[in-house]
């Protein structure tokens, strides 16, 4: 019998967090599931994570947290990163960059599900080592009695994360795509049992552009005038996906794309 795994896009803002720590507790006792995961590097005025906002998001029920090239924004959350045990860099940074490259989650009934994030290299800063060749380095270092492992690719090219499903196909249980905050419709169990999908979209306000208010945004591609993109208000969603893994195997048995709308008070 499959467990489930939850899995949040990029959480953008007071909006996107306000969200998650009302809807994810339903969610979770709804859909029975096992493990939440979050991308939680936009979840401080849409840049960065502070320790207080990474205690919230355990408070409201995730277990593993990702983050992305916003990672040091808040250089505040630097010693997090190095003592809390639900929380990741992406593997590829330098290895003298704060962090742990992988972690593990236990559920009630022992079961251990291990997470990495990566960054991607195009179109992307800051420029980071290969991400296939650190992929291959931390599921070597993962234990082998850790059969279900899940990879947040956080990337701009679509084509790139693909390549990254292929590659990590039949190696990990699951490979979802963070940063574009744009939900794809390709949601899919690869060949080798990997659910796949390209890009979670974001756990925040839609009625922006990319979770920012959509007139400051305006301002700046339409006149070339520098504006504070500050952070959307309305139309507020958590996106991602639920996916049913064999804890036994770690193949994906099945992959659910998700949108939960949610009300701001």
């Known amino acids: 019998m499959g467990i489930n795994i939850l899995c ?3 959480v953008v803002g007071s909006p ?4 998650i720590a009302e809807l994810l507790p339903e969610v979770a006792k709804e859909r029975n599931i096992a493990c939440s995961i979050v991308n939680a590097e936009n979840i401080s005025s849409g840049s960065g994570i502070t320790p207080a906002l ?3 998001l355990l408070k409201s029920g995730v277990n593993l947290v990702t983050l992305g090239d916003h990672i040091y924004r808040r250089r505040e959350i630097i010693a997090t ?4 045990p639900q929380i990741v860099k992406p593997a590829n940074l330098p290895p003298t960059a704060p962090g742990r490259e992988f972690a593990i989650h236990e559920t009630d009934d022992g079961i251990q599900i291990a997470v990495f994030s990566l960054l991607g290299r195009l179109y992307m800063k800051p420029q980071a080592d290969c991400p296939y060749k650190a992929a291959d380095r931390v599921l070597a270092k993962i234990p082998s009695e850790v059969k279900i492992i899940v990879c947040d690719f956080h990337a701009e090219a679509t084509s790139e994360k693909v390549a990254m499903g292929w590659h990590l196909d039949g190696r990990v249980s699951i490979l979802f795509g963070t940063h574009t905050h744009v939900p794809t419709a390709d949601e899919c ?3 080798g049992g990997t659910g796949y999908i390209t890009d979670l979209g974001m756990s925040g306000p839609y009625d922006g552009v990319l979770g920012r208010d959509k007139n400051r945004v305006l301002q700046s591609m339409i006149h070339a005038i ?3 993109f500050d952070v959307a208000e309305d139309n507020v969603n958590v996106c991602g996906i639920v996916a049913t893994v064999e804890p036994n195997s770690g193949r994906c048995e099945q992959i659910e794309r ?4 949610y009300r701001m008070c």
């Not at 990163?81 to 809390?84: D, H, K, R, S, V």
């Open 54 to 56: 990474f205690e919230k």
């Open 81 to 84: 990163l190095e003592t809390a």
């Open 258 to 261: 998700i949108k939960l709308p």
């Open 16 to 19: 996107g967090r306000k969200a």
């Open 226 to 228: 520098p504006a504070r």
């Open 189 to 191: 169990i690869l060949p």
């Open 8 to 10: 949040a896009g990029d």
